[in-house]
């Protein structure tokens, strides 16, 4: 199967503007993405796709660009728009604010395509905080593998032990929480971007309700590496101790 690793990335952010341009460890975090996805073995080619020049000038330099409209409401429309005039059977959509993604959740993401529509990732919570934040989402999973649901309260709700300190809640039952990287097969991501948005995605402002909402299955990869997104510049500070530490 001829997958592309497509990176959507923009300037305009509420709480961080140009940031795929902004530094970390002598290199623009655009560029700290894509050599994560080229150390990937699934993917056939990288690309990013963006609608602003000054980001395409700098991504360039580090693979195939593909501009795309600037009036897109997600990345997933963004990867579509090149998805659709690129012939590739599938997709991973990597998102552009994660520069230490593991390439091992590429591979286990783009290997579920075989054989599912959709594919994403998930990670045991092992944090307590995380049961209660709404931004880290949950996921809940069925015997195959497949997303029942995903929610910013903590799922399952624990009856037994709902009065219970998180960190009893985290003992008693493996909490997940889902890694923002999706798999897609080509036609199923043309047909869904052309999709409405679902109640349950506008409820939730998770776009990947919109899929389960419309019938199609998404097929979760439990994995080990729980990747760091980058949202504001005190994430990028984060981010940098944690890379000088590595170091």
Same mark, same amino acid.
């Given at each position: 199967?001829?997958?592309?690793?497509?990176?959507?990335?923009?300037?305009? *952010?509420?709480?961080?503007?140009?940031?795929?341009?902004?530094?970390?460890?002598?290199?623009?975090?655009?560029?700290?993405?894509?050599?994560?996805?080229?150390?990937? $073995?699934?993917?056939?080619?990288?690309?990013?796709?963006? @609608?602003?020049?000054?980001?395409?000038?700098? /991504?360039?330099?580090?693979?195939?660009?593909?501009?795309?409209?600037?009036?897109?409401? *997600?990345?997933?429309?963004?990867?579509?728009?090149?998805?659709?005039?690129?012939?590739?059977?599938?997709?991973?959509?990597?998102?552009? @604010?994660?520069?230490?993604? @593991?390439?091992?959740?590429?591979?286990?993401?783009? #290997?579920?395509? =075989?054989?599912?529509?959709?594919?994403?990732? %998930?990670?045991?919570? /092992? @944090?307590?905080?995380?049961?209660?934040?709404? =931004?880290?989402?949950?996921?809940?999973? =069925?015997? #195959?593998?497949?997303?029942?649901?995903?929610?910013?309260?903590?799922?399952?709700?624990?009856?037994?032990?709902?009065? %219970?300190?998180?960190?009893?809640?985290?003992?008693?039952?493996?909490?997940? $929480?889902?890694?923002?990287?999706?798999?897609?097969?080509?036609?199923?991501?043309?047909?869904?971007?052309?999709?409405?948005?679902?109640?349950?995605?506008?409820?939730?402002?998770?776009?990947?309700?919109?899929?389960?909402? =419309?019938?199609? /299955?998404?097929?979760?990869?439990?994995?080990?590496?729980?990747?760091?997104?980058?949202?504001?510049?005190?994430?990028?500070?984060?981010?940098? $101790?944690?890379?000088?530490? $590595?170091?």
């Amino acid at each position: 199967m001829n997958i592309a690793g497509i990176i959507p990335a923009r300037y305009s *952010s509420t709480r961080f503007p140009g940031k795929p341009l902004e530094m970390l460890a002598g290199k623009p975090i655009i560029g700290h993405v894509v050599e994560r996805c080229r150390l990937a $073995k699934r993917l056939s080619e990288v690309i990013v796709a963006t @609608d602003d020049q000054r980001i395409a000038d700098v /991504a360039t330099q580090f693979c195939r660009v593909e501009m795309t409209r600037d009036d897109h409401p *997600s990345g997933s429309d963004r990867v579509a728009e090149v998805a659709n005039r690129c012939g590739f059977d599938a997709i991973v959509n990597v998102q552009g @604010d994660e520069p230490m993604i @593991d390439p091992d959740v590429i591979d286990r993401v783009a #290997a579920l395509l =075989n054989d599912n529509e959709i594919s994403t990732a %998930a990670v045991p919570i /092992a @944090d307590a905080a995380e049961l209660d934040n709404p =931004n880290a989402v949950k996921v809940v999973v =069925n015997a #195959a593998g497949q997303a029942l649901y995903f929610c910013r309260r903590t799922i399952p709700y624990l009856r037994d032990a709902a009065d %219970a300190p998180s960190t009893e809640q985290l003992a008693a039952f493996p909490f997940l $929480k889902h890694l923002g990287i999706y798999g897609y097969r080509r036609k199923t991501l043309l047909r869904l971007v052309a999709q409405p948005v679902s109640p349950l995605e506008r409820a939730e402002k998770l776009e990947q309700l919109r899929a389960l909402e =419309n019938g199609i /299955a998404i097929a979760v990869a439990v994995v080990e590496h729980d990747s760091v997104g980058i949202d504001t510049p005190e994430d990028l500070q984060r981010v940098n $101790k944690i890379w000088t530490k $590595k170091k």
